[in-house]
């Protein structure tokens, strides 16, 4: 049951991210760019968490938190770097 929440979790967050990314490359809007990164971030996270916990059988949360971490600064920094 936990593997089917995290793939299910993992194909969210890319689906969302490509979906940010057709909206940048659509509107041009900065918002859209600097989100669509972060989500990206977010997504590798968590498809990092899948191969984690389904595929190997070693803890890679160190590996896994940076790119969730890189994710939520640059969202951080874009709203507030667009922030008028």
């Known amino acids: 049951m936990a593997a089917a929440v995290f793939i299910a979790c993992a194909l969210t ?3 969302c991210a490509v ?3 057709r909206g940048y490359l659509a509107s041009r809007s900065r918002l859209l760019l600097w989100s669509s990164l972060g989500f990206m971030g977010l997504a590798l996270n968590n498809v990092i968490l899948v191969v984690d916990r389904l595929v190997f059988a070693q803890d890679l949360s160190l590996l ?3 790119p969730a971490l890189l994710g939520v600064a640059v969202l951080l920094f874009g709203c507030i770097w667009d922030a008028d």
């Open 13 to 15: 967050s890319v689906i």
């Open 19 to 21: 979906l940010l990314i």
């Open 64 to 66: 896994r938190s940076l």
